[in-house]
């Protein structure tokens, strides 16, 4: 074990392997925010802490079994000239559940029933277990694809278990203000909604074994999201023009008024 401490391949696999951790977790972060933002606002960071913390002994849990971890690549059943194993049924079960999850979240976004009025009672009435059950479910999947990154990456599981808890560590310092502006702001709710969408289907294509490098998929949501703080940029300095035209306004009817 403290070879590994003055070891600089073992530091330089460490530091890539937590880079590498947090881009894959982002998803987890987004996932946690969107699903949480039903339940009532004095529940939200309760629930956001019990997920990564659950998503922390996922993990670990699951390094620490690598042996049923590398089982799980092992074909469980044919069909014609496609192999599926317990990993690829994970992953689909998992990516299906993402695709719908998100999608029900668009479509109560964009036509809330009763015309928006049920919306903060359906979020307020939404039970704490189903939500904590649901961050479960992703959180398996989400940790199995971490997992298995992990032990392509790493040798030494001591690495792969400190680069895991760095990851949730900044997840869990990111999750807070990350939750904050995605629920703030409509356009990029629907931005994160898109991309768990995108996350869903490249799980299935994995689960299909087609894969869909991670890359492509992090460059398009980062170049929306790119496109979208612009927008938001241009929409905060209208808004301080329109501000300051009608303070402009008011002064100018005072003096006139005074006069």
């Known amino acids: 074990m403290l070879h590994l401490l003055t070891s600089p391949e073992a530091w330089m696999s460490f530091l ?77 079960a998992g990516g299906a559940f993402l695709i719908y999850k998100a999608t029900v979240e668009i479509h109560e976004t964009m036509e809330p029933e009763d015309g928006g009025q049920a919306a903060p009672l359906a979020r307020a009435r939404a039970a704490f277990g189903m939500v904590i059950g649901q961050i479960v479910v992703l959180d398996v999947v989400f940790s199995l694809d971490s997992v298995l990154t992990a032990i392509g990456m790493a040798n030494e599981i001591a690495i792969m278990i400190a680069a895991v808890c760095v990851a949730i560590g900044v997840m869990l310092v990111a999750a807070e203000p990350l939750a904050r502006f995605v629920n703030t702001h409509p356009t990029v709710k629907m931005l994160a909604l898109s991309f768990l969408i995108l996350v869903g289907v490249a799980l299935v294509a994995d689960a299909l074994h087609f894969h869909i490098p991670r890359g492509y998929l992090y460059f398009a949501i980062a170049f929306s999201i790119g496109v979208e703080t612009l927008n938001l940029m241009a929409a905060r300095r209208r808004r301080r023009e329109r501000e300051a035209a009608a303070a402009a306004g008011s002064g100018g009817t005072t003096t006139l008024s005074d006069g």
């Open 16 to 92: 890539t392997l937590s880079a590498l951790e947090v881009v894959l977790g982002v998803d987890n972060v987004i996932f946690l925010s969107i699903v949480s933002a039903r339940l009532p606002a004095e529940q939200q960071r309760t629930a956001r802490r019990i997920g990564l913390g659950l998503a922390l002994f996922a993990r670990v849990g699951l390094l620490a079994s690598l042996a049923w971890i590398i089982g799980l690549t092992e074909p469980v059943f044919r069909l014609g000239g496609f192999e599926a194993s317990w990993r690829d049924i994970i992953l689909a």
